[in-house]
């Protein structure tokens, strides 16, 4: 079924036992979400779909079995290009057919949307003297939907109760934290009034994805905000990141999502008790990094927000024999979910999947294979890790 919103119907159905989710009356199941910034994007539009179009590409059947050793219930994919068409071929070609002796694995249901990412703004945002440059997009990108994102999910999605806030303005936010032109005296100007007035906060998007979990909802809340880094002494990719991140840290937070306004003109943000699980690739690190600081602290900290910590041996490991920026690395390399540079900045935990309270945490792990074991060939399939929490629902909603 087609929409404003793409929605993928049903179609027909390891080595890390999926929990199982009884909705039978009386049994509380047990959901695994995960995010994965899967790296499935390409240089030119309509190159995913081409990729995609046969069983044989080596990149899509790492990540296809990585996602089928984990064996997510919900899943985030970050960095899949924009392509409805891409989201069958997905899942004909590489999901459904068992990778390396893992089992295959269905999802029925589906989301993706349009992003910011390569959507021109005819303003020159980066200074550069030019217009219409991947920098000069809404969201960096070389054409409209690159490094775009996608929902995979066993249970239904309500699809009549979706969110989608792509359009919502920077400038709409109370107190944002506009990039400031260090050659002025005046604060937060680094864009005119007229970029401004257009200027949208998301870098790709952020989604209100409501899943029905047997007679329970859980809000799935996506997003992919920008790195950083890649800009000047203005720091308007910083600034952006924190604010990116500071929206769903308003609008899970009873009375201080009252400004936001989704794409459909809707005000506010989720209703007190309401249940969710935020996940996405945040692109930042609590303590190390470029971050702005406390940046993803607004979300780890919020009233309702559950800061589990998924881990694993293999990070630890992998920054020890990598070296580098590591070593001066504050942050316990145990909790990382990104391989990057050694020299800078390191790896990081920049990918969370953070569940809300009424919602009870089991069991939880970055998928980063230990070296000279049986998954190891895994871990260059992205610079990202697979991040999963395992949460059980109570039976109703919770009334903090």
């Known amino acids: 079924m ?16 999926a929990p199982v989710a009884d909705a039978a009356s009386g049994v509380s199941p047990v959901v695994r979400f995960a995010t994965f910034n899967a790296s499935l994007n390409r240089a030119v539009a309509g190159q995913l779909v081409a990729d995609l179009s046969t069983p044989d590409n080596a990149q899509a059947r790492k990540v296809a079995e990585v996602v089928q050793r984990n064996r997510p219930d919900v899943l985030l994919i970050n ?13 004909d070609n590489y999901l459904e057919r068992g990778q390396n002796g893992a089992a295959g694995i269905d999802y029925p249901y589906a989301f993706s949307a349009p992003v910011n990412t390569g959507v021109p ?4 945002l980066n200074r550069d003297g030019r217009t219409g440059t991947a920098d000069d997009a809404y969201g960096f990108g070389f054409f409209p939907g690159q490094f775009g994102m996608l929902v995979l999910s066993k249970h239904p999605i309500d699809t009549d109760a979706i969110r989608t806030f792509q359009h919502f303005r920077w400038k709409d936010m109370p107190g944002a934290l506009l990039p400031d032109d260090p050659a002025t005296p005046a604060a937060g100007d680094w864009y005119s009034p007229a970029v401004l007035d257009v200027f949208r906060l998301s870098s790709k998007s952020h989604w209100d994805v409501p899943i029905q979990i047997g007679r329970h909802e859980v809000h799935f809340l996506v997003s992919h905000p920008t790195p950083p880094v890649f800009d000047g002494a203005e720091d308007r990719n910083g600034t952006r990141n924190h ?14 999502g009252r400004y936001i306004y989704d794409d459909n003109g809707k005000r506010g943000g989720l209703r007190f008790g309401e249940r969710f699980v935020v996940a ?13 600081p406390g940046a993803v602290q607004q ?12 881990g694993s041996a293999g990070g630890v490991e ?3 024999l ?3 920026a590591n070593n001066t690395h504050m942050g316990d390399p145990y909790f990382d979910t990104g391989d990057f540079s050694d020299n800078a900045p390191g790896n990081l935990r920049t990918d969370y999947v953070l569940p809300s309270r009424g919602l009870f945490p089991l069991e939880s792990a970055v998928f980063w294979p230990l070296p000279d074991t049986e998954f190891d060939r895994l871990n260059d399939t992205t610079d990202h890790k697979l991040v999963r929490v395992d949460v059980r629902l109570n039976r109703v909603n919770s009334k903090e």
């Open 243 to 256: 604010d990116e991140i500071r929206f769903w840290a308003d609008y899970l937070t009873p009375g201080k």
């Open 121 to 124: 703004t005819g303003f020159d």
């Open 299 to 310: 979300l780890l900290t919020a009233p309702r927000v559950l800061d589990v910590r998924p």
């Open 79 to 91: 960095e899949f290009d924009y392509a409805p068409a891409a989201v069958d071929l997905f899942r």
């Open 280 to 292: 996405g690739d945040q692109n930042s690190d609590e303590v190390d990094g470029d971050s702005i």
């Open 322 to 324: 990598q070296g580098g």
């Open 2 to 17: 087609k929409r404003a919103l793409l929605l993928v119907l049903p179609l027909v159905a390891g080595a890390i036992a």
């Open 318 to 320: 992998a920054a020890r």
